[in-house]
Structure formats: structure tokens, C-alpha cells
């Protein structure tokens, strides 16, 4: 069982624990033991696409974790909490809310190459201890900037819900509590033209190391406000959609149907942007063996090397020579 299997990761679900499940569904349907590792953490309050590797795509992990991710996300302005999302303790209020026009304005200062201060509640290292284990002991956790780059951020149209008609500003609201996060986003009419929003979905296109949770809280700064992270589900994760993502049930169903291979996305799903470069059996044996490879006419860059329908290696071509960068063992 060598490939991926692509859970639509449930509300409340950590990813070890989707890792979990599917180490439960080879059990299940005997397929024996087979290495199983995740490509790329969602907390357990997102949802969406999160690929898990099998066998020797594990070796393809970190890939994964390098690669572009797509979300939506919901920010309710006028409440921040701790964690910037709906599982903390709410530590600043506002009374301001944001108009459409008002949110669209500022969207062009987060799009591009920015830089963004990390959540305390993640898993970044402080001096070898977790940022999120420090903040729980309530100690003060400074984290540094980092450069990110945001590919695209856009508000979804008919997700914002509003108040009464204003111009942005705000007269005395009631505090808004932290309600549960959503599984979808919040549909609804669309808001009416200086109408002031509660709340707003948007789709962003991120590179790896963005913090989805920190960018809500940096535009809820930009509109005069504050704000956090209700909803946020991931819908793209390096080459992999929702459409190939598939449930818990479904994954179960599979399991105890003992078809697996149904559901089970080969190897080089996750290499769709390489090319294949096609061997010889005397050049997959080289390969193999860690040898370099001469003469081979193909221009510079990575290769998935082939023999037959077999992955060999994901090699580096250099002037015309072909180095191993990862080898299969299938």
C-alpha cells in the first residue's frame, strides 16, 4: 500500500488522530502494517483536505508541508480571543464594525509577500518548548515575524453578515460571545451597501508557514477592530482538493468492505507538477543503487522517474547527469 488517502478531516479531529484512523482501516481490512504519516497539521477546530501517506509516499511528506494551501475562513470582528479563533478566552473587545467596501479596501495590504507575527497558541519552538504549551503555563510568549507570501485573499460573496445600517464606526453593541466554529461558512444575503458586518468569509491562497488565524487578526487591525477565527476549512493542500477527500464513514466503509485500493491515490498524486522521465531497466537498477546517471537528455529540474508504471526515484537532473534525490522501495 504505497499512496495517499485524502481525509475531508472533521470537526474537532486532530491530524494524528486522522493518521489514526487510517493505521485502524488497514488494520481493518488486513492489509497488515504499512508506515502512515500525515502531510500537513490542521488543528482541530479546521476542517477540510488533509492528505495522509502510505507506505513509501511517506517519503513525500515533506513535500507536502512545502507546499501552497488554499482556506476559507470566517473572521466574527468585534471579539479576540487568546487562541484567534472561537476556542479561546475572549481578551479584547470592540465596539467597531467594518463595512463591505471597508474590508475590500484593505485586502490589497495582505496580498503579496507580508510578514505576520505567529499565533502564541502553535507549535512553534521557544527555546526547545512548544509556543502553545507556554502560553497554557501563561507565560509570555513572543514569537518573531516571519515572511510569508498571500497568492490571493478574497471575500466570498453572501458570507458577511451584518448589523444595522451605520457607516463603519460604531454606537454601543453587546459584547459578542465566542460561539462554536462552523463547519461550512454562513450563508446568507448579502449585505446591503454601508451595511456594518459582524462577520466575513474570504478564500485565501497562502504559501507554507502562514497562519491563517494571525492574518484575521492583522485585517481585523487594518478595518480599526478586532476580530477571530470562527470557521476555517481547508480546501487545497499542494495538488489535493476536496473532491478527492473523502470522510471518516466513507474511510470505515472502505475498511470493513476490504477496498481500500478504491479510495487509495497513487504515489505520484502527489507529484503532479514533476514530469516523468522514463527508464530503462539498466538505468532503474543504477538508480537504485544510488549510481549517477549519464547522458540523459532532459532539461535541468526534479523528475519522476519511472520504469514501466513503477516509481523508481525522484531524481535531480543537472547537465544532462541524474541524481536520486528520494528513492522507492516498491
Partial sequence: MHGWVILDKPLGLGSTQGVSAVKRALRQGGYGKAKVGHGGTLDP?????????????TKLAGRM????KVYDFTIRFGVQTDT??????????????????????????FTGPIAQVPPKYSALKVDGARAYDLARAGEDVVLASRDVVVHSLTILPGTGRGTAEGGGGGGPRSPSPVEPPLHQPAAGPPPRAGEDLEEATFTAHVSKGTYIRSLARDIAGALGTVGHVTMLRRTKAGPFTLAQAISLDKLDEVAK????????????????DIPALPLSPDQAGALRQGRVLAGIAADDGQYFALLGDTPVALVEVTHGEAR???????
Fill in 65 to 68: 508541508l512545502d507546499s501552497d
Fill in 324 to 330: 536520486v534525490v528520494r528513492g522507492f522501495n516498491i
Fill in 257 to 272: 468492505g476490504r477496498t481500500l485500493e478504491q479510495i487509495l491515490l497513487p504515489l505520484r498524486a502527489g507529484l503532479d
Fill in 84 to 109: 484567534l479563533d472561537a476556542e479561546g478566552s475572549v481578551n479584547a473587545e470592540s465596539d467597531v464594525r467594518p463595512t463591505l467596501a471597508a474590508v475590500e479596501a484593505v485586502l490589497p495590504r
Fill in 45 to 57: 477546530l479546521a476542517t477540510g483536505v488533509l492528505p495522509i501517506a502510505l507506505g513509501e509516499a
